[in-house]
């Protein structure tokens, strides 16, 4: 399985941007789709998450402002992040889930994109 991020930039604080991630090979539409991050100087954290029938949850950090949605005709999961702020600055990865585990842990994930980097400027 490959994922391949995308949307990333720079956005003031305020604005929004869209994140996806295109998969190819295996059985997408089965999979637990994560969203994680890597702020500078921090270790790697959870985002959000969808699972295959369309269940999601969010970081406490992210709740109310981003929205993870899927496409499984197209093979690709979203991150709509609105009303962005500095703190969100980060590489966001993507990652697929191909067994059941804990969808807030990355190292439950086996497949990962190459991320994809967001800044945010106040």
């Known amino acids: 399985v490959q994922l391949v991020e995308s949307g990333g930039g720079l956005v003031q604080a305020g604005g929004s941007l869209r994140l996806s991630c295109a998969a190819s090979?295996?059985?997408?539409?089965?999979?637990?789709m994560g969203w994680f991050r890597r702020a500078p100087g921090k270790e790697r954290s959870f985002v959000s998450t969808?699972?295959?029938?369309?269940?999601?949850d969010y970081a406490s950090s992210v709740k109310g402002r981003f929205t993870i949605s899927r496409d499984n005709a197209k093979n690709t999961v979203y991150l709509q992040m609105n009303n962005l702020k500095p703190e969100d600055t980060a590489i966001y990865y993507c990652?697929?889930?191909?067994?059941?585990?804990?969808?807030?842990?990355?190292?439950?994930?086996?497949?990962w994109g190459q991320g994809t980097q967001v800044t945010v400027s106040s």
């Open positions: 090979g295996g059985t997408f539409s089965r999979y637990t």
């Open positions: 969808i699972k295959w029938m369309g269940v999601t």
């Open positions: 990652a697929a889930m191909v067994r059941p585990g804990d969808p807030g842990s990355g190292n439950e994930y086996t497949y």
